[in-house]
């Protein structure tokens, strides 16, 4: 009897996961049938923190959590192709004031969530951070952040950025469709042995206390075996998309659980956090436009804190030096990606400021 119980129970939660996940690809799918960009991830949270907001969903258990940030930095990774590393080491003194640049964005826009709104560090820097979000999530989580309020700054810089601009892009007929280019599949046991190396070595990092560690471990080993050509290609695209579901899901779940009217003040804040981003984005553009001896309007595409792909579309559309703005954002995003678990982990949660 009580081991009937039990199989009950376990249905149970399965059954609960099981409709949490389908909320967030049913969103997800619906923005993509639309053609909107980012769309797996921005319909997955849109769709989950509507759902959410009229009735709570249940928070999927540590493993699905554990599993997506895994996934997640072997996709980040990935990008530290031979390649693009070489690209990127034409720009030295470019690179060098973009990382200045990403500690000014994640300073300023960190004190005015702090200041102005009144968030502990914790969360004001997770919020400020310009991308990576799989990282900024991996993080929090591990911090005991306020996922939330972090993702509604987040989603706002994302819908932004990487939904908006390009949006409009297209609707004013300034970036024509451009078909997505050929990318090498990993066979299964290449990507089960990178997926065992990841674990490992997120295993080894959550021995040595470091924030994050299955995301660090796994964005770690994915670049290093990238970056020395052992492996070469990215996870299928089937398993991307459940990434970013996934992320989409976990973002939209917590945006749920905050009121109304909190949620309504968040998005004044995350108005402002945006400005002050951009501006401190735009004025270390101008004198890294002038180390790399490339215009302004290059420099303004690179810096701007929004996802890789928006960028490279904005850059496509004005005629702009792609490989530039290519290796700026990819730096960008390696960046915070091996530097934030460090960065953060001696920052602790605490509460709000009354």
């Known amino acids: 009897m009580s081991g009937s119980g039990h199989s ?6 399965w059954s609960r996961e099981a409709l949490v996940i389908a909320i967030a690809a049913i969103g997800g799918a619906l923005f993509s049938l639309l053609g909107a960009p980012a769309a797996w991830l921005s319909g997955a949270m849109i769709l989950s923190a509507a759902v959410a907001l009229v009735r709570p969903l249940p928070v999927l258990r540590r493993s699905w ?16 192709t031979p390649e693009a590393l070489a690209a990127a080491a034409r720009y030295p003194a470019s690179l060098l004031v973009l990382l200045i640049a990403m500690a000014g964005i994640m300073t300023a826009t960190g004190a005015y969530l702090r200041y102005v709104a009144r ?25 005991g952040a306020n996922i939330g309020r972090i993702s509604v700054v987040q989603l706002f810089r994302l819908l932004v ?8 892009m297209q609707l004013t007929g300034l970036h024509p469709d451009i078909a997505p280019a050929a990318v090498k599949v990993l066979t299964p046991g290449t990507m ?44 299928p695209p089937a398993v991307q998309i459940a990434v970013l579901v996934m992320l989409g899901s976990t973002m939209g779940g917590r945006i749920g659980t905050i009121p109304r009217g909190e949620l309504l003040g968040l998005f004044p804040l995350a108005a402002g956090g945006l ?17 790399a001896g490339v215009s302004y309007a290059d420099a303004m595409t690179a810096f701007a ?9 904005l850059a496509f559309a004005m005629g702009l030096d792609m ?21 953060l982990s001696r920052v602790k949660a605490e509460p709000p400021q009354p």
């Open 192 to 235: 089960l042995v990178l997926l065992l190396s990841s674990f490992a070595v997120g295993l080894v990092f959550e021995r040595m206390g470091v924030a994050a560690p299955m995301m660090f471990g796994a964005t770690f080993t994915s670049a290093v075996l990238h970056g020395t050509g052992l492996v070469e290609g990215s996870l």
């Open 65 to 80: 959590f554990d599993a997506t940030v895994l996934l997640s930095g072997t996709i980040i990774g990935a990008s530290a």
């Open 305 to 313: 804190p929004g996802g890789l792909e928006a960028m490279a579309m």
């Open 323 to 343: 490989l530039y703005v290519g290796s700026h954002h990819l730096m960008r995003f390696l960046v915070i990606g091996f530097a934030m678990p460090f960065v």
């Open 275 to 291: 400005v002050v981003s951009l501006g401190v984005a735009f004025a270390f553009a101008w004198p890294a436009a002038l180390l």
């Open 161 to 168: 950025l990487v939904a908006l601009l390009p949006s409009l």
């Open 8 to 13: 009950s129970t376990v249905l149970t939660v």
């Open 119 to 143: 968030w502990p560090w914790i969360d004001a820097l997770l919020a400020a951070a310009p991308g990576a979000l799989a990282t900024v999530l991996a993080v929090a989580q591990a911090k």
